[in-house]
Structures are given as C-alpha cells and as structure tokens.
C-alpha cells in the first residue's frame, strides 16, 4: 500500500512544470493526498509550502492547512493559520462556519474567539489589498449578478445587468487589471466563448498575457472551452461534470489525464481518490 502511494505522489510531482502555479498545484494536490492518508505533518508541511509560493490565492487550501495542524496537535499553528486565511484572502464567514474537517475541534477555544472577532479580521484583508474600493465594487457586481438571478427577474433583465456588469468590468480591468473577483461576471458570458465581439476580443488576449506571465493560472480557459464543447459536441474536454459522463462523455478518454496536465490540472483518478467522484467508464490511470 505505501508502494502505491508513493507512486499516485510522483505520478502528481512529473505532471507539474517548473513554474509557479505548477509548483503551488503540485504541492496541494501532493497535500490533499497526505491529508486523505492521514500523514497530517506531511500535508501540513506540503500546504504551507503552497502557501508561501501563493499566499493570496486560495481559502480552501489555508483550510485544509488548518486541518491538518489541528489533527497533528499543532493548535497554535492552527490558530495562526486561520486567521491568515481571513487576512490574505478574505475567508468568508460562512465557508468557516460550515468547513466540515474543523467540526470535531470546534469547542476549541480558537474558533469562538476567531468568530468574535471576524469583521476586525477582515478589516485587516482591506488594509492590505491596494485598490479595496475597487475590490468591493467588483464584488458588488457579483452581488448584483446574483440577486438578478435568485429573485426571479426574466432572462431579458438578467441580460441586461450582465451587459451592464461586463462592461463594467471591462473598464475596470483596463485600469486595474484582472480582478479574480470577476470570475463570475466574465462566466455568464460563456454562451458566446470564443465568438468575436467586444467581450473576448478585449478578455482573451488581456488574460492570454497575464497567463503566460504566471499571474493567472493556465486552466482559466479550461472550464469555457468544456461549456463551449458540451453546447456544441455533447461531449466534455477534462471531466469537470463529473456526474454527467453519461450524458456528455469524455472525448478520446484515453488521454484525458495528458490534457488535464497541460494545464497543472490534477488527473481523474486524484479527484476520485479526495474528492470520491465515480470515474467515467473507459477511464484508465496513466
């Protein structure tokens, strides 16, 4: 069992070139293996490596890290974990509540006294990003995407503030770059992926270049080019409707994994391995 082990973390070590995002994948998903084995020290060592790499990128692995250090009996790096988490990336409220791996330490004193203090927290978030009313206002527009969206209105309406939304951004990103914020006003344009008009001949060569200098990650893309191959083909390109395989089968599924890859994405066989997906039929681990 050790044997197989250590060859799912060289297998994750070989997919990842020598690059930032490379190297940051390649750490959390060598991690999240740990984890899921139950080798807490190693994962945490592994997280934390991540992030140094890429301390403002992402809540879940500041998370996991926190986990991992709890279940090590580090309650103190926890503790500094945590609150890292809300001061680098703005951890909302909710996700910290509700993170399943921290409920058996949730009677320690940490997580009361982390709660009481959350809005001071992030208050601190705010002081170091260098634009913040730009980052709310980014995040305002996302709210405004949602509203339209859960209360009802009509499609010709939820066109409209997209329209407004996206524009916005637009003029927003010329001046300040991309805000990863936006993620979401730039999705619910992916109808017309890959078609030239004013929204991809303005977005697809800005973040082309921002990926290619290693300030952006290199699946950006990946998740456009599946919706534009599910409305065209009926059929997905990396796997990420993972209980549709069915319905949209993976093409040449053979080398899936190669093209997960080529993008520092994790192979099928990781995801089924932390996250329990059921692998497609035809898939074999390469």
Known sequence: MRVIYLLLLITIVSCSENNSFGKYNELEQKAMLQFKGKEF??????????????????????????ASALKAGKKNKAKELLIASIHNTNASKSYFLNFNEFNEFRNEDMFSEIEGNYDSHISEFYKNIEHPEIYR?????????????????????????????????IEITKKYGWQKKGWLVLWHQRGTY???NYVWNFFKPHIDKEIK????????WTNFEEEKSIRENKQ??????????????????ENVDKRRAKFDMPPLWYLNRVYGIELPSGYKKL
């Open 41 to 66: 020290e190693k994962a945490l060592s592994n997280f934390e490596q991540a992030i140094n790499l890429k301390p403002k990128e992402d809540v879940s692995i500041y998370f996991y890290a926190t």
């Open 194 to 196: 890959g078609e030239d």
């Open 236 to 253: 997905q390109i990396y796997g990420y409707y993972w209980n549709q395989f069915d319905e949209y089968p993976l093409v040449d599924i």
């Open 137 to 169: 206002e980014v995040d305002s527009l996302m709210k405004l995407d949602q509203e339209y969206r859960n209360n009802g209105s009509e499609r010709k309406e939820i066109s409209r503030i997209d329209s407004l939304n996206i524009s916005r951004l």
């Open 213 to 220: 200098e290693g300030k952006i990650k290199r699946s950006f």
